[in-house]
């Protein structure tokens, strides 16, 4: 696993940027694949759900092209998250100029290994000419689009929100990507910004130089936080900090809730003290049916102490959005143990007013379509949902037990 700075946090607040929030497949994929079809220099991609279809040869295509015209590109998947990318595919963009690596591989997985493979990098991220970047909950496949979706019901596409930023933060972006490029290939990507990127082998991190000219933009105010395995976990710490602050509001939507111990009680005091916490977690749509029973056996409590709980029920709600008071949070990480301490994460936060605004008009927007869960209807909810919490619960639990994972809060 990358090694940790040993500081609160990595990155700085940096002023002078520009963010759009951008709902669903129809929004973000178009805007990602009109800035790699424009690139003139460089696209770094990172991502960790890809899978062979409709969108995935679409982003092919367009990275092929780019590398045809002269732009450097570097793709870093997960090998496990992208296990479902065809052969076909995987050949289409190795006899390319681009350059396909994949995260952490699970060739001659031995058991005695297992806690090294159990690191995945979760995070997502597109970068285009160090002027442009996309971060969210997103990967490419099927699943986020509305044309392709693969049930023939365009209800049924999965519920995801991501972000255009631009400005200052970029810098702190193409920073993570670097380091994780030269961890996952020992390339040390050199950046030359007076011109064209170029590519050097060497270990030395002196070499790579990791500060572009970038432009103030804007005017909104954000800061780029990660997870990196249980020793860093700003993302967790950044999230509490703001919550036990909040005044008014505390929104949280995350499509697997299973939260620690220490996450839970800043909700319930939150609640207790009179702000408006409010939970969006999927319904009857999700990917991991387990999961969601492991986390619903956490409502009682609380529901009594005033937190309320929507269960979005359209289609599979798989956004990642926090929101307290003018604070957001964009990005890779769930509200659950296991992604804040296996997996590399990586947020974007935004402190404004007027983003915070459209933040939560997209909120409103979802609990409108959600179902609520009073705490007399959750006590007299039927016997097989106890079953289904008891058991996985019991599972989750085990799970922890197995891979030495200690709560720390």
């Given at each position: 696993?990358?090694?940790?700075?040993?500081t609160?946090?990595?990155?700085?607040?940096?002023?002078?940027?520009?963010?759009?929030?951008?709902?669903?497949?129809?929004?973000?994929?178009?805007?990602?694949?009109?800035?790699?079809?424009?690139a003139?220099?460089?696209?770094?991609?990172?991502?960790?759900?890809?899978?062979?279809?409709?969108v995935?040869?679409?982003?092919?295509d367009?990275?092929?092209?780019?590398?045809?015209?002269?732009?450097?590109?570097?793709?870093?998947?997960?090998?496990?998250?992208?296990?479902?990318?065809?052969?076909?595919?995987?050949?289409?963009?190795?006899?390319?100029?681009?350059?396909?690596?994949?995260?952490?591989?699970?060739?001659?997985?031995?058991?005695?290994?297992?806690?090294?493979?159990?690191?995945?990098?979760?995070?997502?991220?597109l970068?285009?000419?160090?002027?442009?970047?996309?971060?969210?909950?997103?990967?490419?496949?099927?699943?986020?689009?509305?044309?392709?979706?693969?049930?023939?019901?365009?209800?049924?596409?999965w519920?995801?929100?991501?972000?255009?930023?631009?400005?200052?933060?970029?810098?702190?972006?193409?920073?993570l990507?670097?380091?994780?490029?030269?961890?996952?290939?020992?390339e040390?990507?050199?950046?030359?910004?007076?011109?064209?990127?170029?590519?050097?082998?060497?270990?030395?991190?002196?070499?790579?130089?990791?500060?572009?000219?970038?432009?103030?933009?804007?005017?909104?105010?954000?800061?780029?936080t990660?997870?990196?395995?249980?020793?860093?976990?700003?993302?967790?710490?950044?999230f509490?900090?703001?919550?036990?602050?909040?005044?008014q509001?505390?929104?949280?939507?995350?499509?697997?809730?299973?939260?620690s111990?220490?996450?839970?009680?800043?909700l319930?005091?939150?609640?207790?003290?009179?702000?408006?916490?409010?939970?969006?977690?999927?319904?009857?749509y999700?990917?991991?049916?387990?999961?969601?029973?492991?986390?619903?056996?956490?409502?009682?409590r609380?529901?009594?102490?005033?937190?309320?709980?929507?269960?979005?029920q359209?289609?599979?709600?798989h956004?990642?959005?926090?929101?307290?008071?003018?604070?957001?949070?964009?990005?890779?990480?769930?509200?659950?143990?296991?992604?804040?301490?296996?997996?590399?994460?990586?947020?974007?936060?935004?402190?404004d007013?007027?983003?915070?605004?459209q933040?939560?008009?997209?909120?409103?927007?979802?609990?409108?379509?959600?179902?609520?869960y009073?705490?007399?209807?959750?006590r007299?909810?039927?016997?097989?949902y106890r079953?289904?919490?008891?058991?996985?619960?019991?599972?989750?639990?085990?799970?922890?037990?197995?891979?030495?994972?200690?709560?720390?809060?």
């Amino acid at each position: 696993m990358i090694g940790h700075n040993p500081t609160k946090f990595r990155f700085p607040w940096r002023d002078g940027n520009h963010f759009r929030l951008l709902i669903d497949g129809e929004q973000f994929y178009p805007a990602m694949l009109d800035a790699i079809n424009a690139a003139r220099v460089s696209v770094f991609l990172e991502m960790y759900l890809v899978t062979s279809g409709a969108v995935t040869t679409k982003f092919i295509d367009a990275l092929i092209a780019a590398a045809d015209r002269g732009v450097m590109v570097c793709v870093l998947f997960d090998a496990f998250g992208a296990g479902g990318l065809s052969k076909s595919d995987r050949q289409r963009l190795r006899r390319s100029e681009v350059r396909l690596r994949f995260y952490n591989p699970l060739q001659h997985m031995r058991l005695t290994k297992l806690h090294h493979h159990l690191s995945r990098d979760h995070r997502k991220l597109l970068m285009v000419d160090g002027q442009v970047a996309y971060t969210g909950g997103a990967g490419l496949t099927d699943d986020f689009s509305r044309e392709a979706d693969k049930n023939g019901n365009p209800r049924r596409h999965w519920r995801e929100t991501m972000i255009e930023v631009h400005g200052p933060l970029l810098a702190d972006w193409l920073s993570l990507f670097l380091e994780n490029w030269e961890y996952s290939t020992r390339e040390v990507l050199v950046v030359n910004t007076h011109g064209p990127l170029a590519v050097g082998r060497s270990r030395h991190p002196a070499s790579r130089d990791t500060s572009p000219s970038l432009c103030v933009v804007g005017t909104q105010r954000g800061r780029v936080t990660i997870a990196q395995g249980a020793a860093h976990v700003e993302v967790k710490s950044s999230f509490i900090n703001h919550a036990r602050n909040a005044q008014q509001r505390i929104w949280v939507a995350t499509a697997y809730f299973v939260p620690s111990w220490k996450i839970r009680r800043a909700l319930r005091v939150a609640a207790r003290r009179g702000v408006d916490v409010r939970l969006l977690l999927p319904g009857p749509y999700t990917d991991h049916p387990a999961i969601r029973h492991a986390g619903r056996r956490f409502y009682y409590r609380l529901l009594h102490h005033g937190v309320r709980i929507f269960e979005y029920q359209p289609r599979f709600t798989h956004a990642k959005v926090s929101l307290c008071d003018t604070w957001a949070s964009v990005g890779s990480s769930n509200i659950d143990r296991w992604n804040l301490y296996w997996n590399l994460e990586a947020n974007q936060e935004v402190d404004d007013a007027p983003f915070a605004a459209q933040v939560a008009a997209m909120f409103e927007a979802d609990f409108a379509l959600s179902r609520e869960y009073g705490l007399d209807e959750w006590r007299a909810r039927p016997w097989y949902y106890r079953i289904q919490e008891w058991f996985w619960g019991g599972v989750d639990a085990a799970m922890s037990r197995l891979t030495k994972h200690k709560e720390k809060g």
